[in-house]
């Protein structure tokens, strides 16, 4: 498959993978303390597991997956809100499908619909002005999440309801912006990260100059990645060479994509509608400073949140629970206690383990057993089996 | 006539006038066997006539409610058929009869009726199955989605065939009869509205000609039909069943470029996706190249490639391009597609 199958070519993965032993040799870091390289971006998350890029690296690197999930950041009491107004009589509530099982205090989307509440799950919001169109006696709500990957399509959507003068249009935002996200973690204490791959799709829309202070200011180097392995792969290589050269910049390992400026239009849609506002609370980063994203005056008419009204549900998580700390890269998924008894994918308590761009779902996904395989009931039928047929 | 579209009423399911009508001007002339011809409330089956053939019936129900009705490759008639006879096959059956159950919705188009009938006439027609019994209902609009379909059928199973989960052993290949994923990629297209202009088919087929040669084959030991959960699905059964593991080699597994699309795009796998035409076997390692070669001597098998090995190790696994392996889990639910 063209433009995919080249950036997974086994034989160049394995010459980055021998040049990066090499290099990595170099490094002031050992396999005791390994330089910390944090993956932003969940869908970054999910290609190491996917392709097991972490099991290919020197023992001097080692990945930490960091916040870039938009719905791991999210509080349980949002999804409380969301079911809230789902619940409305004439409510069509439309979600994408990641934010469907996130578990909130008094359930999730995908249970309020088993209640009778119309919860639809949508691939766009221009299909959600589909809906609207199509039902003009209903209220047609999106939920609209995520970073600036997705900023400028809802931004576009909103223009284009202003334009339709839709009145039973609106949107639930909990939008986030990556670059107070990234400041506030930095300015964390005892988080430890050497280096950032910033994602590829974000950058797209905001261009490079946005990450220069994670450079300046904090002295890390980073590199926007693509996606696919041999992307990664190359992202980190450049990572290295920063530190061995003893440089901290931003680099753009993905350039077919992400251009310099980012996309001026995209930004500008996202001005007209969106402002920075205020300070807001996520999940596992705490109250982060200009991080909420809020519509403009002229756009108001169009927030769910004034329309409806919901109730504000701070919901304290489960104290054993560590999402905080997973989502910081302060310790791995099968640390937590409840990794794989009270919290799975089948009964998660955390996003993080709901969202397939989460850490504990792909730790779940693609290393569980190696942790957990010692108690498999399965195997002590296969050594009965063995020794009968011996 | 009018113009107005004809279309299923709750008279069709009185019992009165109207369904003898139907019945007999659509499933007595589509379906037109002895059997259902004598109008009895239940098939007589002449059991020497079975007994020939096998000394054990395979017997096996399966209900149809998907959306959309009608899709590349099929309508949900077709499916019904396909699949009751292909759980038999696996089984090592021969299809040889089924019923079927029809619920209706009020409003549902006559013609559209007409269509899903006659492509359940023609597939059975096709496979030598006789539709030998059925029912229909009629619910009020709203009460079901447009039409449902159950059939249950059986099949016998010649006295030499022992094909079951239980058989296999550590080093048998696996093998899967073609390309994974067609019909939950053209159906997810079509439910989702995602408008891609993707050229895939459903893959909805009888398999039971393509199966019937593996019957004579020594070191043939478990079959399964990979349909909703796809072939991981499968894996994870065939592994729960033997107490053994599997080990799959990510770049053998035949998808096509369009499914590999959609997939990529939306973040899923194929190796979940629905198929409605494809088995997966697992044979000895003496039989793989022989069961190769009779599979792809049937068209419905053209693409049969062996995509891993069984293995101590009761786990599912994945070996990937770049030589990584990972365990491949079974998802809890239908996999939901990434936002970003
Ligand atoms: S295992 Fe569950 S509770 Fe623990 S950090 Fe992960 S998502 Fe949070």
């Known amino acids: ?390 | 006539m009018s113009d107005r579209q004809q279309v299923v009423t709750m008279a069709h399911g009185s019992g009165g006038r109207a369904m003898q009508q139907m019945i007999e001007q659509m499933f007595l002339r589509a379906f037109d066997n002895p059997w259902l011809n004598e109008r009895e409330d239940g098939a007589r089956l002449s059991l020497a006539g079975l007994s020939a053939r096998g000394d054990r019936l395979a017997f096996t129900t399966d209900s149809y409610v998907i959306d959309p009705i009608f899709f590349p490759g099929g309508n949900i008639g077709k499916l019904a058929v396909c699949g009751t006879a292909n759980d038999l096959a696996v089984s090592g059956a021969t299809p040889a009869y089924l019923s079927c159950g029809f619920i209706l919705e009020e409003g549902l188009a006559l013609d559209d009726l007409q269509k899903i009938v006659s492509a359940m006439a023609q597939t059975a027609k096709d496979a030598g199955i006789a539709i030998v019994t059925g029912d229909t209902k009629v619910v009020q609009r709203g009460a079901a989605d447009k039409i449902f379909i159950n059939t249950a059928g059986i099949g016998v199973i010649p006295t030499a065939v022992n094909w079951a989960a239980g058989t296999i052993k550590v080093g048998d290949k696996v093998i899967v009869s073609g390309t994974l994923g067609d019909h939950g990629a053209a159906i997810l297209n079509l439910r989702e509205n995602l408008g891609m202009e993707l050229g895939v088919e459903s893959d909805c087929a009888v398999l039971a000609p393509m199966i019937a040669p593996l019957r004579s084959l020594a070191g043939v030991h478990a079959l399964r039909d990979a349909t909703r959960g796809g072939v991981n699905a499968i894996l994870h059964e065939f592994s729960a069943a033997s107490g053994f593991g599997i080990s799959i080699d990510e770049t053998t597994l035949p998808v096509k470029p369009a499914v590999r699309g959609i997939c990529e795009l939306l973040g899923l796998e194929p190796i979940n996706f629905a198929n409605e035409g494809k088995i997966v076997a697992v044979v000895s390692a003496q039989a793989e190249e022989k069961v190769l070669s009779l599979l792809r001597n049937s068209p419905l098998g053209a693409d049969a490639v062996t995509i891993g090995e069984v293995t101590l190790n009761p786990q599912v696994c994945l070996r990937g391009a770049l030589g990584v392996s990972r365990q491949l889990m079974l998802p809890h639910t239908e996999p939901l597609p990434r936002i970003c």
């Open chain 1, 1 to 390: 498959m063209r433009f995919v199958d080249e950036f997974r070519d086994p034989k160049l993965a394995k010459t980055l993978i021998e040049r990066l032993h090499q290099r990595a040799a170099l490094l002031p870091f050992t396999a005791e303390k390994p330089m910390q390289i944090m993956e932003v971006c969940g869908g970054h998350t999910h290609a190491i597991f996917k392709f097991g890029l972490d099991k290919l690296l020197p023992p001097q690197l080692e990945f930490i997956h960091g916040p870039g999930c938009p719905v791991c950041v999210l509080p349980m009491g949002r999804i409380d809100a969301c079911c809230e107004i789902a619940a409305h009589p004439g409510v069509i509530f439309c979600t994408f499908g990641d934010a469907l099982r996130v578990p909130g205090k008094h359930g999730s989307l995908l249970q309020a619909r088993e209640q009778g509440a119309d919860v639809r799950v949508v691939y766009s919001p221009l299909d959600v002005l589909k809906l609207a169109r199509e039902n003009p006696a209903s209220q047609v709500v999106f939920f609209a999440l995520g970073f600036e990957t997705t900023l400028p399509v809802t931004a576009v959507t909103l223009q284009q309801a202003r334009h339709e003068r839709l009145t039973n249009f609106s949107i639930f935002c909990q939008h986030i912006s990556l670059m107070p996200t990234l400041r506030s973690l930095l300015s964390q204490e005892d988080v430890r990260i050497d280096a950032f791959l910033a994602p590829g799709h974000v950058s797209m829309v905001t261009g490079t100059a946005p990450y220069h202070f994670i450079n300046k200011e904090f002295g890390k180097p980073l590199v926007i990645s693509g996606f696919e392995p041999l992307d990664m792969l190359q992202s980190v290589l450049m990572l290295v060479e920063q530190v061995c050269e003893a440089s901290c910049k931003t680099e753009n390992q993905y350039r077919r994509v992400v251009p310099e400026e980012g996309n001026l239009l995209a930004q500008k849609a996202m001005r007209e509608v969106f402002a920075l506002a205020g300070s807001s609370e996520w999940r596992g980063l705490g109250v982060i400073e200009a991080s909420g994203i809020s519509l403009t005056p002229a756009y108001a008419s169009f927030d769910a949140e004034q329309r409806f009204n919901p109730q504000t549900q701070p919901v304290a998580d489960d104290p054993r629970s560590r999402c905080g700390e997973v989502l910081t890269g302060r310790c791995k998924p099968h640390e937590c206690p409840l990794f794989g008894s009270g919290c799975t994918p089948h009964n998660a308590f955390g996003a993080l383990m709901v969202s397939s761009e989460g850490a504990c779902a792909a730790w779940y996904q693609y290393r569980h057993q190696e942790t957990a395989v010692a108690d498999n009931p399965q195997r002590q039928n296969v050594q009965q089996k063995v020794s009968q047929d011996e």
